[in-house]
């Protein structure tokens, strides 16, 4: 069963750092094979704030416990607060950005009305349609795109589009499923340090799905190992780097200490026999 | 521009465009057609020169084969200068003025066809927002196009007829009973072409059906429905043809072919016939025209 716990709602209405709460929380999909359990006695809490990345093999169940937290997938057992709502309750305050593994660019729109998208849905007016537009565009770098048909851009630029989609309805919290997964990886260095400039600035609560480790320790204040079947949490990691770092932070022994952390979790939480 | 560079790009322009192998498939139907025409009307003009006691040499059989009055195929002159004098030189008031009777079956297609479109997406969108519409539909639907409609015909008349609804209302009927079912099969294949995502992405948004409908189904099968629109506008014109077969009193090429086939004029027919088919080569033409300009402006093309 789904409940809001009474001590989230208490936070929520003080207005405490905590997005999202969540505990004891299963998922078993029901399959044509037979019950399959994705997600096995979560517990994770992310303060307002945090950049935290959910990092596991395939089929450890990081995308389904992101899909649980905007409300796309309904658990089974267990207790989640959003913003100290239930998922649905904050899907519906439009509470969260959601930003997919491909861009989902809507093909007969242009950029431009493609970030306006969600905000016509909200029934915002013109001029906050615009301004909201040129702000979010500017924040991925793509002004002077705004007339351009998805096609006409290069797969990153789709992708920072979809971001600037997600953003333009200013949520606290944005979600991110393996935003980067399909760009080579100079486009995702540069894309890492875009997104991590644009996190301090506008001081937003991240989850971010990868399987990259590089990845996962650049950007997050807070690791989460998961491992397979069933899906379940393996380890949480502090990062503990300045909110203002760089790529160069790659190089430092602090961050090889923690990749080989994660490194080593994964594969401890694996469970293929070699 | 030179003369000579002009030339050159002409021919250039023949050659690879697509007129050149459409003009050389043309002459070859052409030089078939001659030949069955020949031989199709060899033993009627062998007799008619029998009959006559009159000698006769290989160039006068050909020539009299290429211009008899009721020939069996009538060669393709004959039916070029048919349409000429029936669409150039009469007046389009008189009924036996092809433009007369192409306006006459124009409206019943126009009608038939906007009707049928209309209907056609409402079934799709109907189809798709309920399931239950679409186990019970859709038998029906598909058994509807299995009816031979030359069949059907006189009896949307004769049952119309006795609701006083006469004119044009009956043939734009059948036409639009040939004309929805496409459009109903593409525009449903249409607004469920959206993938997980796309819709997904709805959901994180908390848009409610209509939204999902009107921003993201809608302009998402647009594609689909023009693919649609260019084989129901066809058919809308095959419909008022069959149509006017059964209503033959208020003229139109339906009228003309059978009017034609009761008098054994051959080449009434094959004028008709072809006026017809040009009638509705322009009319996917023209919605071809549509297609890209809204393309366009959609995005699709690159």
């Known amino acids: 069963m789904l409940e809001t716990t009474p001590k989230a709602q208490i936070d929520a209405v003080k207005g405490t750092a905590r997005v999202i709460d969540i505990s004891r929380l299963s998922l078993t999909f029901e399959t044509s094979d037979g019950p399959v359990q994705a997600l096995s006695e979560i517990d994770l809490a992310i303060e ?39 998922p649905s309750e904050a899907r519906l305050e439009r509470a969260y950005g959601y930003v997919f593994q491909a861009p989902a660019l809507y093909p007969w729109r242009t950029i431009a009305r493609n970030v306006a998208l969600p905000l016509e849905i909200m029934g915002l007016s013109k001029e906050e349609r615009k301004e909201r537009v040129q702000r979010n565009l500017d924040l991925v770098n793509l002004i002077g795109f705004e007339k351009r048909f998805p096609w006409q851009l290069s797969g990153g630029m789709q992708q920072r589009a979809s971001i600037a989609r997600a953003l333009a309805v200013d949520p606290e919290l944005l979600l991110m499923d393996e935003p980067f997964g399909a760009l080579d990886e100079i486009v995702r260095d540069k894309l890492n340090e875009q997104l991590l400039r644009l996190w301090n600035k506008t001081q937003k609560t991240v989850v971010f799905v990868t399987h990259s480790i590089p990845e996962a320790v650049f950007l997050s204040t807070k690791v989460v190992v998961m491992s397979p079947r069933p899906g379940r949490i393996h380890d949480i990691i502090e990062c503990g780097f300045a909110r203002d770092r760089t790529l160069e932070i790659r190089e430092t022994p602090r961050f090889l200490e923690i990749a080989n952390r994660v490194r080593n979790g994964l594969r401890q939480g694996h469970s293929y026999v070699d | 521009m030179s003369t000579e560079r002009g030339a050159s790009f002409l021919l250039e322009r023949l050659a690879g465009g697509s007129a050149f192998p459409i003009l050389v498939v043309v002459g070859f139907i052409l030089a078939i057609w001659y030949v069955g025409a020949f031989f199709m009307n060899l033993d009627l003009q062998r007799d008619k020169f029998a009959n006559a006691n009159q000698a006769y040499s290989m160039s006068d059989l050909i020539e009299g084969t290429m211009s008899q009055e009721r020939p069996r195929l009538p060669a393709p002159h004959q039916i070029a200068q ?40 409402l079934l799709a969108v109907m189809i798709v927002h309920a399931a239950s519409l679409e186990r019970s539909l859709m038998p029906w639907i598909i058994a509807s196009q299995t009816i031979p409609i030359i069949a059907l015909a006189p009896m949307i008349v004769v049952i119309m007829n006795q609701f006083d609804v006469t004119g044009i209302v009956p043939k734009a009927t059948i036409s639009a009973y040939l004309s929805f079912f496409p459009v109903t099969v593409g525009m449903v294949k249409g607004l469920r072409s959206p993938d997980p995502l796309q819709l997904d992405l709805m959901r994180t948004y908390s848009a409610s059906r ?86 366009k402006r959609m995005g699709y093309v690159r």
Request: proline share 3%; hydrophobic share 50%; with cysteine.
């Open chain 1, 48 to 86: 307002r704030g945090e950049f935290v990345s959910l990092i596991g093999p395939s089929g450890c169940g990081k995308t389904t416990l992101l899909r649980v937290i905007a409300d796309l997938e309904t658990p089974t057992s267990g207790a989640i607060t959003v913003n100290g709502l239930s």
């Open chain 2, 82 to 121: 048919e349409i000429d004098k029936t669409v150039f030189e009469l007046s389009p008031t008189s009924k036996r003025s092809l433009v007369y009777h192409g306006e006459v079956t124009l409206q019943a297609t126009l009608l038939g066809f906007a009707i049928g479109s209309a209907l056609g997406m």
């Open chain 2, 210 to 295: 209509l939204q999902t409908f009107f921003k993201l189904r809608a302009p998402a099968s647009v594609p689909f429905l023009f693919a649609s629109l260019k084989v129901a506008v066809a058919a809308s014109l095959v419909g008022a043809v069959v149509a006017e077969m059964t209503k033959s009193e208020d003229g139109g090429f339906g009228a003309r072919l059978l009017a034609g086939s009761y008098y054994g004029q051959t080449i009434q027919i094959w004028a008709a016939l072809f006026a017809a088919a040009l009638c509705a080569a322009m009319l996917v033409w023209i919605v071809t025209i549509a297609d890209r300009a809204v393309s």
